[in-house]
Nanobody, 123 residues
Framework: QVQLVESGGGLVQTGNSLRLSCAAS????????MAWFRQAPGKGRGFLCA????????SYADSVKGRFTISRDNANNSLYLQMNSLKPEDTAVYYC????????????????WGRGTQVTVST
């Protein structure tokens, strides 16, 4: 069992940066793939990026590649998302999630979810 809590969301201007954190509790955090998803108003929940249990490999959606960076600190049961060059279209609720399945971007296959944190990018 892994419980997740996101933090760090807020209101920023276009072009600025923001770092999201995801605090995890549970004994299996270091053994699961972690990912970030986001959901904008009126849209489905979309995959952003993922990181392997040991933090050595990452994967990114094309829309955020080069701007966002996912990382984790297993010693502190934490996941991070560094977001740079933010755009209005990045406005959404951001969720961290975990799964024991490697290589999936399907939110239905992620067992653990946080409640989300709002990110709003002004024009």
């Amino acid at each position: 069992q892994v419980q997740l809590v996101e933090s760090g969301g807020g209101l920023v201007q276009t072009g600025n940066s923001l770092r999201l954190s995801c605090a995890a509790s549970g004994r299996t955090f270091s053994s699961v793939v972690m990912a970030w998803f986001r959901q904008a108003p009126g849209k489905g929940r979309g995959f952003l990026c993922a990181i392997t249990p040991d933090g050595t490999k990452t994967s990114y959606a094309d829309s955020v590649k080069g701007r966002f960076t996912i990382s984790r600190d297993n010693a502190n049961n934490s996941l991070y998302l560094q977001m740079n060059s933010l755009k209005p279209e990045d406005t959404a609720v951001y969720y961290c999630a975990g799964t024991s399945i490697y290589g999936t971007t399907n939110p239905a296959l992620y067992e653990y979810w946080g409640r989300g944190t709002q990110v709003t990018v002004s024009t």
